[in-house]
């Protein structure tokens, strides 16, 4: 039987003729909103927004109450029908192959940063999200434009529309008014148009993406962190071990804000040799390892990401993971494992390498030795800027 995933546009769930097909779950489709469609429901709304009434005064209370819903309550999704949290957690696992483990840790990562985050004025915006398909915690970005904004349009990833599907229903059922939310699931070409025709846009995605949209006043734009740790000459392999595997390795190396490039003062073979084999370790298993590892569900996904890091790799580098690149288990499932890569000394501008801030969807750093103007050139093409202790870690920017 055909599922189908709908959008959420003025106050209803919308089935569409035009579909994706969800990856891992046999039968199940996303519906997709044209441009034509987006560009009316804006004049819907500039028309109905002076006459609704006020949205509710305690924002904050009912993001909680719905993020309580997100992670456990049974939720009616559209088009897809009854889901307990149980089986969120199994859906997720299906289609993007993400571990309960991380689920759980993220959900929790959701409800520490609204608590953690000062609540802001509220004004007039219609504000749109478009989410990334690598972590569901990038919801925290709704959760503050709900809190500011009169409504919110979410365009989710169409690699994983679950959970920006199941949080909007959470809201509904807390309570927050169903003009005010909107779920677009659209193609690619398609955001142009809803960057065009929204107030405030914040915007998740990578390099490609970061060139396909123009810049304005109004748009924040999360692209590529490019995670950096700078490493003194003189501190111990063990400590520095330590300190770098959940740097690199917590959330299956999904967030821009992971480590992906590790500077070494002194000479870096001995650490990244330890480094290695600690990654080596990590079992693709999530019930076996302490930093679970999220699965690939598109044919061919896990092969194009590992090929990536043996794609930029150059004469005198080398690969000191020795697990196989692509690992599939007993049970089908399919992952890359954590990749770590020593640079090759003697470089004239290693800050040039490509590897170094290179992206992927696992658990991946490049360790290369530098000093000086090298190292500081590398540290500041990064977001995000680890040292580790005594000296504080700097970091440019929030994942």
């Excluded at 028309?47 to 719905?66: F, V, Y």
């Amino acid at each position: 039987m055909t599922r189908l995933l709908h959008a959420f546009r003025r106050g209803c769930w919308h089935p569409s003729l035009d579909t994706a097909a969800l990856p891992g779950l046999t039968g199940t489709h996303l519906a997709l909103v044209p441009e034509i469609v987006v560009a009316s429901d804006r004049r819907w709304w500039d028309r109905t927004a002076p006459g609704l009434p006020p949205a509710p005064a305690e924002r904050r209370r009912l993001l909680l109450d719905a993020l309580d819903l997100f992670e456990h309550g049974a939720l009616d999704i559209g088009g897809l029908g009854p889901q307990s949290g149980d089986d969120f957690r199994n859906a997720l696992w299906e289609t993007a192959g993400i571990p309960g483990p991380l689920v759980d840790r993220w959900c929790g990562m959701l409800r520490s940063s609204l608590r953690a985050r000062p609540e802001p004025l509220p004004d007039t915006a219609l504000a749109l999200v478009s989410l990334p398909g690598n972590t569901f915690t990038c919801l925290e970005t709704v959760l503050d434009q709900i809190e500011r904004s009169a409504a919110v349009w979410v365009r989710p990833s169409r690699r994983e529309p679950l959970s920006a599907a199941r949080f909007v229903t959470a809201l509904l059922t807390a309570g927050w008014p169903p003009e005010r939310i909107s779920l677009y699931p659209t193609g690619q070409q398609v955001l142009t148009g809803l960057i065009r025709l929204t107030d405030r846009h914040v915007v998740f995605g990578g390099s490609s993406l970061a060139a396909s949209v123009r810049v304005s006043a109004d748009l924040t734009l999360h692209g590529p962190g490019r995670g950096c740790a700078l490493l003194p000459d003189r501190i111990g392999t063990s400590e520095a071990v330590d300190w770098l595997l959940p740097l690199i390795a917590a959330d299956s190396g999904r967030f821009c804000s992971n480590v992906r490039t590790v500077v070494h003062a002194g000479p870096a073979e001995p650490l990244a040799t330890a480094l290695a084999a600690e990654l080596d370790a990590i079992s693709p298993h999530p019930s076996l390892s302490g930093w679970p590892l999220t699965a690939f569900r598109e044919p061919g996904a896990a092969a194009r990401a590992a090929r990536s890091v043996a794609d930029l790799m150059r004469p005198g580098d080398r690969l000191l993971t020795r697990r196989p690149p692509v690992v599939e288990t007993v049970g089908g499932d399919t992952y890359v494992s954590p990749h770590l890569v020593l640079i090759g000394d003697g470089l004239h501008e290693p800050q040039e390498h490509p590897l170094l801030g290179h992206e992927v969807p696992f658990p991946f750093a490049a360790m290369v030795r530098a000093t000086g103007p090298a190292a500081t050139a590398i540290a500041d093409r990064s977001l995000f800027v680890y040292r580790p202790l005594p000296e504080a870690a700097a970091q440019k920017g929030t994942p």
